[in-house]
């Protein structure tokens, strides 16, 4: 057995995912070492946002093992009735791998302070002053330790999108999992967020990124994977992948998006 110390925070082997009859994740392998940034492109449809949702537990598979710090995930029923069998391990995989949205997702009637504070406070029942003492140093690295008493529709996208990424922090996960964070965001906005995720990869957070910027994702990653239609179709580094990709898909898909 691996031991755990040196196991990937996340590994997923031979991953299937179907909606109902449509099959989505046709045999994906992925693995994220401690402090690597791990980045997903594809075209819309190739099955990005549902390798994250499945990793964090947001969504059943049917197939393939899914490892937590080496720790598997242990299942109960078999192929579309699938599911975790252990709520307390599920709790604790989803709350190491915090997710950051495309839409920001914070909660409208809390003030910013509250956003960040709440899981904390209600899932891992951390201490209300410790973690308040957290939540303001969070909000104060993404640059907006002075929105704390505001509510998010007083923001603008890109620091809503920076209160998401203080909010997922604060957990203290093992790994931050990005599905598109700056898709949603105007081009001036964008760089701001990119900015927070830029620092992110450099302080050696472990992160897996589903990102349609290839500029940042060839600047953070250190593997890209590239996915076509459920499976990798290519991965590699970023210099490799970017700068001399092998398949006629991949190399489509980057003229296309460049
Ligand atoms: P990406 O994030 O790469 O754009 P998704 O993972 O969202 O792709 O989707 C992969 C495939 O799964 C697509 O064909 C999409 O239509 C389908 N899909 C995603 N979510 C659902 C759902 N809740 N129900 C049915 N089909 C879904
Ligand atoms: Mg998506």
């Known amino acids: ?46 099955g990005k946002s549902t390798i994250l949702r499945c990793a964090n537990l947001l969504e059943d598979s049917q197939q393939g093992d899914i490892l937590f710090c080496g720790e598997p995930v242990t299942w109960k029923g078999e192929g579309l009735n699938r599911h975790p069998a252990d709520k307390a391990q599920m709790i604790r995989i989803r709350t190491n791998l915090s997710m950051v ?22 899932v891992l029942k951390r201490n209300r002053d ?9 909000l104060d690295k993404v640059g907006i330790g002075d929105k704390c008493d505001v509510y998010p529709a007083q923001l603008s ?3 809503q999108q920076r209160a998401a990424i203080a909010r997922a922090l604060c957990m ?10 700056t898709s949603a965001l105007d081009p001036e906005l964008e760089q701001e ?13 472990t992160m897996l990124v589903v990102t349609h910027d290839m500029k940042m994702a060839n600047d953070i990653s250190d593997h890209v994977v590239f996915l076509h239609q459920g499976l990798i179709e290519e991965q590699g580094p970023p210099d ?3 700068g001399n990709p092998q398949s006629e898909r991949l190399r489509g898909f980057l003229s296309a998006t460049a």
């Not at 449509?22 to 940034?37: C, F, Q, R, T, Y």
């Not at 949205?101 to 209600?122: D, G, S």
């Not at 203290?172 to 599905?179: I, M, S, T, Y």
């Open 1 to 46: 057995m691996t031991d755990p110390a040196n196991a990937p925070v996340l590994e997923i082997r031979n991953l299937h995912k179907a909606y109902g009859s449509l099959e989505v994740i046709k045999g994906v392998d992925i693995s994220a070492p401690a402090g690597h940034v791990l980045s997903l492109i594809g075209s819309s449809g190739s």
């Open 157 to 159: 996208g890109g620091q």
């Open 193 to 205: 967020v990119v900015r927070v995720i830029k620092s992110l990869a450099e302080e050696g957070r």
């Open 130 to 138: 410790e973690v308040e003492a957290s939540a303001r140093a969070y």
């Open 172 to 181: 203290e996960p093992k790994a931050l999992l990005f599905d598109e964070p």
């Open 240 to 242: 490799q992948v970017f």
């Open 101 to 122: 949205f495309q839409q920001f997702n914070l909660w409208a009637h809390m003030t910013i302070l509250q956003n960040v504070m709440e899981a904390p406070l209600t």
